[in-house]
C-alpha cells in the first residue's frame, strides 16, 4: 500500500492538552497542516499509512515511551530519515545528547521558545 505524503503536515505526538493546543496555534499560525495524537500507540498507527513533513514527540508519554515511538516509526521505510523532534522537559544534563544518539533529530527543551520555535522547525525542513 502506498504512503500518504504530507508535505505540509506536522505530527505532534503529546499528551498534554494545553502544550498540544499551544503547538498546534503556532505551527498553523506559521501554515503548516498539523496532526496531533496523545499517545505514541496512536501516532505509530498513524505513521503506517502517513507520512508528515515532520515530527514533534514528547518523550514522557503515558504507555509508549517516545523514545519507543521513534524506534517504531525509524523502522517504517517512510521514517528513517524523517526529521523527528524530541520537544521535552527533560533537560538535565546528558538528556539531549542521549536523545541524539538514540536517533532525535533535535532536542527542543520544554517550555518552548514561541519567538525562535517556528524559526527551529523551518532549519529542519529545510535540511
Avoid: Y
Avoid at 509508549?64 to 523532534?85: A, C, D, Q, T, Y
Avoid at 542521549?98 to 536517533?103: A, D, N, P, S, Y
Amino acid at each position: 500500500m502506498a504512503v500518504n505524503k504530507l508535505p505540509n503536515t506536522i505530527l505532534v505526538i503529546e499528551d498534554i492538552g494545553s502544550i498540544t493546543k499551544l503547538l498546534t496555534i503556532i505551527l498553523r499560525k506559521a501554515g503548516f497542516e498539523v496532526t496531533t495524537f496523545d499517545t505514541g500507540e496512536a501516532a505509530c498507527e498513524w505513521m503506517r499509512d502517513n507520512e508528515p513533513a515532520l515530527i514533534l514527540c514528547d518523550i514522557m508519554l503515558p504507555g509508549m515511551h517516545g523514545e519507543e515511538v521513534l524506534s517504531f516509526i525509524r523502522i517504517l521505510p517512510h521514517g528513517k530519515n524523517l526529521h523527528i523532534l524530541a520537544v521535552t522537559a527533560l533537560a538535565n544534563p546528558g538528556d539531549r545528547e542521549r536523545l541524539l544518539k538514540h536517533g532525535f533529530t533535535d532536542h527542543i527543551a520544554k517550555p518552548i521558545n514561541p519567538g525562535t520555535f517556528i524559526s527551529q522547525i523551518q532549519e529542519h525542513l529545510r535540511a
